[in-house]
Structures are given as structure tokens and as C-alpha cells.
T-cell receptor, first 115, second 117 residues
Framework: AQSVAQPEDQVNVAEGNPLTVKCTYS??????LFWYVQYPNRGLQFLLK????DNLVKGSYGFEAEFNKSQTSFHLKKPSALVSDSALYFC?????????????WGAGTKLIIKP | DTGVSQNPRHKITKRGQNVTFRCDPI?????LYWYRQTLGQGPEFLTY????????KSRLLSDRFSAERPKGSFSTLEIQRTEQGDSAMYLC???????????????FGPGTRLLVL
């Protein structure tokens, strides 16, 4: 069965420091991987996705994510955190062999950037 | 604004009442998804449309839930005989993809928050 794990409920980072939000996945085939961000009382906003090719994916707002097939991970990173990055971050996966089109979602990681 | 819109943004109802939510996707998006999200959890898939055809429905979805997309544009989600456990944020997303393209990006609306008293 497909699954996504975000092992940290909350990540605290000081402004200006690099940040990492972790995501690991389990699929039977090759994965399509996504990161979304959710601000309070708002819908989910797409950040980036991995389909194939380069393992380092660059996305919106200076975020990037590294796909690691051997570790089945897709961690979200940013070199220098901003207070405005504070939000809820979700990782999602879809198996390319899956005949349906469901995204399987992690439970989310709350990112808090302190000034 | 050309994003996904949802109405109403908030709905308070009494147990046993019926409620209906509307989603207007991004123009020309052929796929439309409904999700439910509870506090502290990721979105839970409910159902999916390709144009006007409802192609998939979650096994977890009660018979009290029904969704339509009559002309392949806007969609409605109706919950009949609401229960307190239905209290959640209901999210709609749309995407544009060709046949056999499961990697498309889904764009989400702001959600409808339902509270069942």
C-alpha cells in the first residue's frame, strides 16, 4: 500500500537559517512526489513536484526538494528561512502505476520560523 | 481571480440537516477533486471527476455523500443527514491533464469549513 510519512509534527528554525522538512514514502512502483504549503484558513498551495530526471527539484518561494530513491525520501529544503515561511507543509505521493489518480498525503509538518 | 473558488467558506448546520457546497474550478481544467481535511491531518480523498464523469469515489465515502459535475465545469458536494463527524474542511482542487498523465498539479480552493452541531 502507498503511504507517506512526515516524521516531525513541528520544526522550529531561526530566521536566516537553513530549513529541512522531512518526507519519506512507500510505493510499489516509481513515485510522483509533491509538496504543498497551507497557510491558516487557506487552501493548499503547490510548491514543487518530482516526476523524473534531476533529483533536485526547485520550486516556488525559494524552496527545493531532493529526491532520494534509495532512502525513499523527498525532503523539502530552503537555504535561508523567512518568518513568512511559517505554515503547514504537506508531502504527497502518487504511484505511476496506479490506475486511479489519488494523491496519498502525509499528516503535515508545522514549520515555525522565529525572528 | 482565476483560481479555484469554493462557496460557502463557512457553514454551520444542525445534525440531520442537508448541506451543499459548490466548487468552481480553474477555467478549462478537466479534472476536479474533492477532499476532506480534519485538524492535524492531511487531505483525505473523497471523489474525482474527469470532465463530467465521476471516475472514482473513496470507499470511505458514506452513501450520504454525493457529488456532481453536470456540465464538466462547476461541481457540487452534498451531504445528507449530516452527523457531527462530518465536521471538517472540504477542499476542492482542479487540474488539467491529458489521458494517462497522473503527474499533473492539483490547484486547491480555499475550502469550505463545515461545523455540525
Amino acid at each position: 500500500a502507498q503511504s507517506v510519512a512526515q516524521p516531525e509534527d513541528q520544526v522550529n528554525v531561526a530566521e536566516g537559517n537553513p530549513l529541512t522538512v522531512k518526507c519519506t514514502y512507500s510505493v510499489s512502483g516509481n513515485p510522483y512526489l509533491f509538496w504543498y504549503v497551507q497557510y491558516p484558513n487557506r487552501g493548499l498551495q503547490f510548491l514543487l513536484k518530482y516526476i523524473t530526471g534531476d533529483n533536485l527539484v526547485k520550486g516556488s518561494y525559494g524552496f527545493e526538494a531532493e529526491f532520494n530513491k534509495s532512502q525513499t525520501s523527498f525532503h523539502l529544503k530552503k537555504p535561508s528561512a523567512l518568518v513568512s515561511d511559517s505554515a503547514l507543509y504537506f508531502c504527497a505521493v502518487r504511484d505511476y502505476r496506479d490506475s486511479n489518480y489519488q494523491l496519498i498525503w502525509g499528516a503535515g509538518t508545522k514549520l515555525i520560523i522565529k525572528p | 481571480d482565476t483560481g479555484v473558488s469554493q462557496n460557502p467558506r463557512h457553514k454551520i448546520t444542525k445534525r440531520g440537516q442537508n448541506v451543499t457546497f459548490r466548487c468552481d474550478p480553474i477555467s478549462e481544467h478537466n479534472r476536479l477533486y474533492w477532499y476532506r481535511q480534519t485538524l492535524g491531518q492531511g487531505p483525505e480523498f473523497l471523489t474525482y471527476f474527469q470532465n463530467e464523469a465521476q471516475l472514482e469515489k473513496s470507499r470511505l465515502l458514506s452513501d450520504r455523500f454525493s457529488a456532481e459535475r453536470p456540465k464538466g465545469s462547476f461541481s457540487t458536494l452534498e451531504i445528507q443527514r449530516t452527523e457531527q463527524g462530518d465536521s471538517a474542511m472540504y477542499l476542492c482542487a482542479s487540474s488539467l491533464a491529458g489521458t494517462g498523465e497522473p503527474w499533473e498539479t492539483q490547484y486547491f480552493g480555499p475550502g469550505t469549513r463545515l461545523l455540525v452541531l
